[in-house]
């Protein structure tokens, strides 16, 4: 679908993630298959709408788990279109439908 993706690894600081951003990063890019050289990561602190402005980025593609994360991404997705940034919702595969950060935590302690 797209030439050139990037993952953006951004900062909530409503959250506490367990690494920094930095490692989430590099974890990420370790993960990658070799070959995917069309494929960036980068880390954001701000919005990311803001980020896709300023890197010619046109739409973010956002993955929704149920309902609940749909209404939530709708409502960021109609502001983020006013700003010139389409979003595309994916849908969780089903063995991934009640996964969430926390959950990995929790899995990891």
Sequence with gaps: MFDQV???VAVNDAKRPSQTTAARAE???SSLPVGWENVAVATWHGLTVDYCRRNGHRVIIRGV???TDYLYEHELAATNEALGVTTLFVPARPELVTMSSTAVRALRA
Excluded: D, Q
């Design 27 to 29: 974890a990420i890019r």
């Design 65 to 67: 788990r149920n309902s």
């Design 6 to 8: 990037t993952i953006l």
